[in-house]
């Protein structure tokens, strides 16, 4: 089983449309959560942590489920500038000796 | 302020020779990591640093991938004996802990094409 699944995608929206992605993870010790972004041939740009409580930036929200070992990522009113690919990322310690467990990303495509 | 920054931001080199990549973190980042993205793949975790120690050298691919970090800042990710499964971008990410997580920013990344 891969440590961090997310759907591919592409995910086609049209503009101003909500769309929500999930993540599962496999190491149920992971302690930390991050959603990060990234765009063609670019490097990753974090977007938002994610906290236990559920956390909301903005137009983007993020949910924790740590009994089903999945991580959510909402985005409302959706803009032709989030078109990007979305990763999931876990750590076990949050991120220090362990580094980051990625997964392969949800492509998001929005649509004029 | 200055983010992660890397050099070169394109390498192609031959089969069998040695190449070095660096990396300068964003300063007052004690932790340092690299990870190479090969492509359509996730990224892959190779090597960290706190401060300039690796206390963990296992994610190297193979033994002819080393790193080192001197200074407590730039780091140096030397490449061998280039193989083309070589072939990715590597990234440097540094961080600085927020509460219980580090967030980690990315540089631009080094494109490395083994011909």
């Known amino acids: 089983r891969k440590e961090v699944e997310q759907d591919p995608g592409p995910f086609n929206v049209p503009e101003g449309a909500t769309v929500a992605f999930n993540c599962t993870y496999s190491?149920?010790?992971?302690?930390?959560f991050f959603w990060y972004r990234q765009d063609c041939r670019k490097e990753p740009k974090l977007l938002m942590s994610?906290?236990?409580s559920g956390n909301e930036d903005g137009r983007f929200t993020a949910q924790l489920n740590r009994a089903s070992q999945y991580i959510s990522l909402l985005i409302r009113d959706s803009k032709l500038s989030d078109s990007a690919t979305y990763l999931c990322?876990?750590?076990?310690?949050?991120?220090?000796?362990?580094?980051?467990?990625f997964g392969k990303g949800t492509h998001l495509i929005i649509q004029p | 302020g200055a983010g992660v920054s890397q050099s070169p931001s394109n390498k192609v080199t031959e089969k069998g020779k040695d190449v070095e990549l660096r990396c300068d973190p964003i300063?007052?980042?004690?932790?340092l990591y690299w990870y190479r993205q090969s492509l359509g793949q996730g990224l892959e975790f190779l090597i960290y640093?706190?401060?300039?120690?690796?206390?963990?050298k296992s994610g190297l691919p193979s033994d002819r991938f080393s790193a080192e970090r001197t200074g407590g800042s730039v780091s140096t990710l030397t490449i061998q004996r280039t193989q083309q499964e070589d072939s990715a971008v590597y990234l440097c990410?540094?961080?600085?802990?927020?509460?219980?997580?580090?967030?980690?920013?990315f540089g631009p990344g080094t494109r490395l094409t083994v011909t």
């Open positions: 990410a540094s961080s600085i802990r927020t509460g219980d997580n580090y967030e980690q920013y």
């Open positions: 190491n149920s010790a992971s302690q930390s």
């Open positions: 994610v906290y236990s």
């Open positions: 990322v876990v750590s076990p310690s949050g991120g220090g000796a362990d580094g980051l467990t």
């Open positions: 300063s007052g980042h004690t932790a």
């Open positions: 640093f706190q401060g300039n120690s690796a206390p963990d």
